[in-house]
């Protein structure tokens, strides 16, 4: 994936969780240095409606809207963030 | 939870999700660091049978034998960890 192209796509990512990628609300997984390939996995099923429960119906809601590029590029871009948030 | 409880518990999620909560292989996820509330919703998700795809399998069969405390004391345990891996 494109990790130029997938910042410009997660600003709406952001809001939840965090412009770093590390969440502000307890119930949402952090992003940061995750694993490419785990993101992309964890995207597409939620595009593919196989994760419920927590808070997955709005996961659902916004992974529906992407295209496989676009969860391409954001999966690399969560992957090149520092996991510690860059402190 | 008690993250002490929980790492006598973590022998066998350090098999894929590493000694130190960074997954080896790429496919699965990182877990140092991560928000407790979070793993706490993803493990009863799983154990509930409400994620599929991806290595989702492997994980409703880890998860059914835990009980509420064991994933609560996971998931303090996990969330203890660096999430740079202490590097």
């Not at 990790?3 to 940061?32: D, F, R, S, W």
């Not at 419920?52 to 119906?57: E, R």
């Amino acid at each position: 994936g494109d990790a130029e192209a997938g910042k410009a796509k997660a600003a709406v990512c952001a809001a939840c969780h965090g412009q770093n990628g590390l969440a502000q609300i307890p119930t949402y997984p952090n992003l940061a240095g995750q694993n490419e390939q785990y993101l992309v996995s964890a995207l597409k099923a939620y595009k593919n409606k196989q994760r419920s429960g927590g808070q997955a119906a709005i996961m659902q809601g916004q992974a529906a809207a992407l295209s496989d590029t676009d969860i391409a590029n954001l999966a690399a871009y969560y992957a090149s963030l520092p996991a510690d948030g860059g402190k």
